[in-house]
């Protein structure tokens, strides 16, 4: 029986609703367990609750994601420059990306592990930690004889993007409603597709082009000194706000994952069952090669403008930013869709198709000679190939449920640095021997792998299938004449 149903029945019954709900909202967590609904024959029904506050965790999250993410890329949008400044070659400035990816591999298991046993604020708190750290040593940096040193630096932030990559889908899960949850792990993403984007446009324009070496200190000072700024901000942020999970979760699923003791969760047994879901293999690996293309290209961009266009270093940071800012339109269109319908596999094989077309088009059209004509095909590469990301982690989830998101986003992201390291060192090898249209068919090829193996991916939506079950187990009668606790309240105050 409905709320509203219930509501018309007689007086009494309105009498007890109403005090159900003073509890819920007043946020009694000693009544929780006297809360919850338990029908004859039937699983018990847990109360739940969304709070607002969630989504000034999740912005706050997406906030620092960025200060990480820009890092990854404002060495290699500007490697020229950078070159000539702490006088190393091309190969050695795209480790300065590569080194991202390279942490993330062995590190992986140990952080998902802590991710698991700890929770989201110690995790948040060491990834701001290391971040900030990490653009301090940089401020230190600023001499052409220093280049070990700023690569300290940015080792310290590859190691922060290990607590932060496999974030979105658990915060998703742990703070948002069912039908929220795509959406809320679309605007997680957002934050390091933005961090991208602002990584490729500023670098370009806070450091110009000059041959002057102590100009050209200067303006590298400057660039570090902002992003360390902001960086202490966000840790400090982090340290006085960041929420490790509500009290009251917000689904019949998360409810039920809170119920199981932790003594009774293995981390060990997790992964083994992780790695026996064929389904969700299928996706690690499609995943992997999609993302990977994209780290390749976003590392390579600059190379490969330049070779086009010479002089045009501020553009190809605008070319990068109009891939990542399409991109990031695409995450939340996909997100927002995906609440609706819950259409992933479809949804996840028609955004991977439309890359591999996205990619042929680019490969096409970079060798036109018309600028205008890049920042279009590159945009809607970007759209496709940018907006799959949230995909992948809502449909890992959905296949991998009651596991942690934690770790399946972990072993997809695992996936996808190792095909971008790959993938980066190839495409550099294939262009300096051929030319940057072979590099990117070299992309093009694995993207149409990626396509068909998705196509084979069989869809279970554990998760959707949980919450679902929940709601018909939920009583449409009165039992025994009373009427039955309500379970959700849709929005509570801050």
């Not at 290699?76 to 590569?98: E, L, P, R």
């Not at 262009?431 to 093009?444: M, Q, R, S, V, W």
Request: aromatic letters at 12%; charged letters at 15%; a neutral charge.
């Amino acid at each position: 029986m409905s709320e509203k149903e219930a509501l018309g029945d007689t007086k009494l019954n309105e009498e007890q609703t109403k005090e159900n709900n003073v509890k819920l909202e007043a946020g009694d967590g000693a009544k929780h367990a006297e809360d919850q609904v338990q029908l004859d024959g039937q699983e018990k029904l847990l109360p739940t609750r969304l709070y607002k506050r969630r989504w000034m965790i999740v912005l706050l999250f997406s906030s620092y994601s960025l200060c990480n993410s820009y890092q990854w890329i404002q060495y290699g949008i500007i490697n020229n420059i950078f070159m000539k400044f702490y006088n190393v070659d091309a190969f050695t400035i795209d480790w300065m990306s590569m080194i991202y990816m390279l942490t993330y591999i062995p590190f992986i298991f140990p952080v998902t592990w802590l991710l698991d046993k700890k929770g989201l604020r110690v995790v948040a708190i060491v990834a701001t930690a290391l971040n900030c750290a990490g653009t301090w040593i940089k401020v230190a940096s600023v001499r052409p004889n220093l280049f070990a040193v700023t690569f300290l630096g940015q080792l310290f932030c590859s190691f922060a993007q290990l607590f932060i990559l496999g974030m979105p889908s658990k915060i998703a899960s742990v703070w948002f409603g069912s039908d929220e949850v795509s959406t809320a792990c679309s605007i997680g993403v957002f934050g390091n597709q933005l961090g991208i984007a602002i990584g490729f446009l500023v670098p370009p324009i806070l450091v110009p082009n000059v041959d002057d070496m102590d100009e050209l200190a200067h303006h590298i000072s400057v660039m570090f000194y902002i992003t360390a700024g902001v960086a202490t901000l966000l840790f400090i942020l982090v340290v006085f706000v960041f929420q490790e999970r509500p009290k009251i979760p917000p689904t019949q699923a998360q409810a039920t994952a809170y119920s199981i003791p932790p003594e009774q969760y293995s981390y060990i047994s997790s992964i083994s069952r992780l790695l026996r879901n064929k389904p969700f293999i299928l996706l690690v690996i499609t995943y992997g090669l999609n993302v990977g293309c994209f780290y390749a290209v976003g590392t390579l961009l600059n190379h490969m403008i330049i070779e086009h266009y010479p002089g045009e270093e501020v553009n190809a940071g605008r070319i990068g930013l109009t891939i990542v800012i399409a991109g990031m339109v695409g995450s939340l269109i996909c997100g927002i869709w995906l609440d609706k319908t819950k259409t992933y596999k479809q949804t996840t094989l028609a955004v991977y198709f439309m890359s591999l077309v996205g990619m042929i088009v680019y490969a096409a059209t970079l060798s036109l000679g018309h600028l205008w004509v890049v920042f279009i095909t590159a945009g809607a590469l970007g759209f496709f190939m940018t907006g799959y990301l949230p995909l992948g982690f809502e449909y890992a989830v959905e296949l991998t449920y009651p596991e942690s998101e934690g770790t399946s986003s972990g072993l997809l992201n695992c996936s996808a640095q190792v095909f971008g390291i790959i993938f980066t060192i190839c495409q550099r090898k294939i262009i300096e021997n051929y030319n940057t249209l072979a590099g990117n068919i070299f992309l093009c090829v694995f993207l149409l792998i990626g396509t068909i193996i998705t196509g084979l991916i069989k869809s279970d939506l554990r998760r959707q299938n949980a919450n679902l079950l929940a709601k018909a187990a939920e009583p449409s009668d009165c039992q025994n004449g009373s009427l039955s606790v309500p379970t959700v309240i849709h929005e509570a105050r801050f």
